[in-house]
């Protein structure tokens, strides 16, 4: 008996050496699957280096909402060996692989670029299949287990499509080989080549030729797989949308909440992963708002606006610029990751002593020092907290799905201009570098709000002046803008009185730290409580997993399948860091039996944080550090080891190409 075809379930893979166009065509097929009313989820893997090295992109197709990937792989395209030998042990017994025959010939020992413990390790598995080391004998062993076998003559379908298309030498449309991989996977599917075809037209948009021989390349790779393999067990099958969705990447989507919260300023120099956020910015600096900008001034509406994106020649440039135009009023922020946070640090100094609303957004990826530019870490949470010399209040903010980037993107500048003090919005590699599906958020609750403004023509006079750091009005000060009539006011990196002026004075160092200080108290009661966290499942459960970033996707698609089957354990999903919201994490965590930090860094930074405030300490760790993301698949398991009782105190995840 034939086992059941799977419908709209898919895990799909493709790789590449990097800049060969990887990403365009996953980014094609992610499209595509997304115009058919599908739900996307998509994580990028690649080095540091520009080119050569292996890049490969994971894709999850459902019907129903996907916040993480699996790691298990139906389809494998590829059009070279390395991705074969790499991944062709993560492709499911009933799974299928879309190759180049004419590699067949090729041994493991002819790719450099494949490092010796993985190739040590590929060796053993080979030998145990009882096979040789070429890409055949990957193949035989992968037809051992029942994997279906798509090869697709690459090189003879770029030749007709070269003649097609009058192009003279093969080189020139050496990346079309991509788009036959895709081509082949959707044909292998049976799903809708029309939706190939639209999204080919979108992503190469206003280049008619590229589309074309794209398409047919594509659409004669989609009927040779079709034809070999014609009863395979996965489908792709359009379905209804019953509502818009947006189809973004973790960094647009931050981009697009800093937009929404009204910035007109961003500064960056270039720096992985952060970079991707303001080349977005730089692409979309004129802004349609059609009526939804508000004029705080007149409280009416723009129907457009513009904003300025800089690049600056160094972080240290970055973070003082955009603090100057946040000192004109204008809603201003930085973008930049680990390294370059290190060097922004006397610039945040100075902004905090300032009482300056600046917003830094910080990507966090792998360190310590340049570590590993491209892969995934939650290393910088304790950095954040503390960066820099001496004592400064912050907000930090740690987002972990696209819907709170937006969100917090918006927020970070609110806060910044209600508390007056920098706001480092955390975003991590694996959510900025994620391709997702996601319905338009509902922002209606959301409003700018501009926090304590000096106005104009006020009645400051010289017997009362006005006094930019009042200490006797609370611990917010009006904040005027440079050259604003009526207001006089002095900045500068040392202590310093009301009006600005250095001092030493030990009574007015002790008011003005306790003003600023005394700022994260009030934003402490006044930040609402869903914005400081978020509990999932039974509010009774004995386990509860305290977590952050974007290990939220992974958590709750592992915790879906664990409350299928019973499980009573719960999920406090944290977003506020600083001010730490005390009360809140005692009530959900007091109770329980056992306490499970988990966290993408070594030292398990938020549970130190936890115990630091609270005095609870976890009782399990589920820990990962090696540069990928956490998959829901391995997270379930380490769950199911915690709850049956049969776990470590501290278990490490390990898995990812």
Avoid at 435 to 449: G, H, K, N, V
Avoid at 575 to 586: A, E, K, S, Y
Wanted: with cysteine; net charge negative; glycine share 10%.
């Amino acid at each position: 008996m034939s086992p059941p075809i799977l419908v709209n379930d898919l895990s799909w893979l493709i790789g590449g050496p990097q800049g060969s166009g990887v990403d365009s065509s996953a980014n094609v097929f992610a499209r595509a699957c997304a115009a058919g009313g599908l739900n996307v989820f998509g994580k990028r893997e690649f080095y540091s280096n520009i080119m050569g090295e292996h890049s490969y992109f994971a894709l999850r197709a459902h019907t129903n909402l996907v916040r993480s990937h699996i790691d298990a792989v139906n389809v494998l395209a590829t059009f070279e060996a390395e991705t074969l030998f790499r991944h062709a042990r993560a492709v499911t017994d009933d799974g299928a692989i879309v190759y180049d025959p004419s590699l067949a010939k090729t041994r493991l020992s002819d790719i450099p670029t494949i490092e010796k413990r993985l190739a040590a390790d590929l060796k053993t598995y080979l030998i145990s299949h009882g096979v040789g080391e070429t890409l055949d004998d990957m193949l035989a062993a992968s037809k051992q287990r029942g994997v279906a076998l798509v090869p697709i003559p690459f090189k003879e379908l770029l030749e007709q499509i070269a003649d097609e298309f009058q192009v003279d030498q093969l080189s020139k449309i050496s990346r079309v080989v991509n788009m036959l991989a895709v081509g082949a996977s959707f044909g292998l599917l049976g799903f809708d080549f029309a939706m190939m075809r639209g999204s080919l037209e979108e992503v190469f948009r206003a280049k008619a030729k590229i589309v074309n021989m794209n398409a047919a390349g594509a659409q004669k790779a989609y009927a040779l797989a079709r034809s070999l393999v014609p009863d395979f067990r996965y489908r792709l099958e359009k379905v209804a949308q019953k509502e818009p969705r947006l189809f973004l990447t973790g960094s647009q989507a931050t981009a697009l909440g800093k937009l929404y919260g009204g910035m007109r300023f961003q500064t960056y120099y270039p720096i992985t992963p952060a970079s991707d956020e303001s080349e977005f910015l730089e692409e979309n600096e004129i802004l349609d708002l059609n009526g939804h900008g508000l004029v705080p001034e007149t409280g009416g509406k723009e129907k457009g606006a513009s904003m300025l994106v800089v690049q600056t020649e160094d972080e240290i440039a970055a973070v003082t610029m955009a603090t100057g135009a946040a000192l004109t009023g204008a809603r201003s922020a930085t973008a930049t990751s680990g390294p370059g946070f290190s060097l922004m640090m006397e610039g945040i100094g100075w902004a905090s002593i300032n009482e300056v609303p600046l917003v830094i957004t910080l990507y966090q990826r792998a360190g310590p020092s340049t570590g590993m530019p491209t892969r995934h870490e939650q290393g910088d949470l304790r950095f954040a907290l503390h960066a820099g010399h001496g004592e400064s209040p912050r907000i930090v903010l740690a987002s972990g799905d696209f819907e709170e980037c937006i969100r917090d993107g918006f927020l970070a500048f609110n806060y910044a201009e209600r508390y007056q003090m920098p706001v480092i919005h955390l975003v991590d590699k694996a959510l900025a570098n994620s391709y997702a599906t996601i319905a338009p958020p509902d922002l209606s609750d959301l409003r700018i709000e501009r926090g304590a403004l000096a106005l104009a023509n006020n009645g400051y006079s010289k017997e009362d002046p006005y006094k930019r750091f009042d200490l006797g009005n609370g611990p917010v000060s009006p904040r005027a803008l440079l050259g604003q009539e009526g207001t006089i006011f002095w900045n500068t990196g040392d202590e310093h009185d009301e009006m600005g002026h250095i001092t030493e004075d030990p009574g007015l160092r002790n008011a003005m730290m306790e003003k600023r200080f005394a700022k994260l108290d009030l934003a402490a009661r006044e930040i609402p409580a869903d914005v400081k966290m978020n509990y999932f499942g039974p509010k009774d459960a004995g386990t509860v997993i305290v977590s952050w970033g974007s290990t939220k996707g992974a958590v709750l698609d592992a915790l879906d399948r664990l409350w299928a089957e019973g499980a009573k354990i719960g999920y406090l999903h944290m977003r506020l860091i600083n001010p730490f919201p005390v009360d809140g994490v005692r009530k959900f965590l007091a109770k329980a039996k056992r306490r499970i930090g988990l966290e993408m860094n070594f030292g398990a930074q938020l549970a130190g944080v936890v115990r630091e405030h609270t005095g609870i300490e976890m009782t399990h760790f589920i820990l990962k550090y090696n540069g990928r993301p956490m998959s829901n698949t391995e997270l379930y398991d380490a769950l199911r080891s915690v709850l049956a009782g049969k776990a470590e105190k501290r278990t490490v995840l390990t898995r990812g190409a």
